[in-house]
């Protein structure tokens, strides 16, 4: 597994993590359609919510959420359109964002709730 890969899947466990203790239900992990990728959709309060994962060792070029770009946000959504078509899924949507970012060794773990669209 490259590194790349690797790193990927330990901001998604972290953020899953996060979001369990927070009392969201993990629904399903790494959908993908076309060019779409949603690394978390998960639950709650009657929500349905499509998650972007964004993890950064250093905020020397910019914190993790300032990389989730217009075009990624409508792929996010393009990919989400999909899925609830496919689930027949009629209800609320948001889409958030988790933003991981590693000092000293600790990850500090923000969650911007309703980040685009």
């Known amino acids: 597994m490259s590194d790349k890969i690797q ?4 901001a998604e ?3 899953a993590a996060f979001l369990v203790k927070q009392g969201y239900e993990i629904v399903q992990r790494n ?7 949603i690394d978390l959709i998960v639950r709650k309060a009657g929500w349905l ?4 994962v964004k993890m950064r060792s250093s905020v020397a070029f910019g ?7 217009y ?9 989400a359109e999909q899925y609830t078509y496919d ?3 009629n209800g609320n949507v948001r889409y958030d964002v988790v933003a991981i970012t590693i000092r000293n060794g600790t990850p500090d773990i923000r969650h911007f709730e309703d980040a685009f669209y």
């Not at 790193?7 to 330990?10: H, T």
């Not at 959908?31 to 990728?37: A, H, L, V």
């Not at 075009?71 to 990919?79: D, E, R, S």
Request: aromatic share 16%; proline share 3%; net charge positive.
């Open 87 to 89: 689930n027949k899924y």
């Open 63 to 69: 914190y993790p959420e300032e990389f989730v770009d």
């Open 13 to 15: 466990d972290l953020a």
């Open 31 to 37: 959908y993908r359609y076309k060019r779409s990728e």
């Open 71 to 79: 075009q990624k946000a409508k792929n996010i959504v393009t990919g």
């Open 7 to 10: 790193k990927g899947k330990e």
């Open 49 to 52: 919510i499509f998650v972007e």
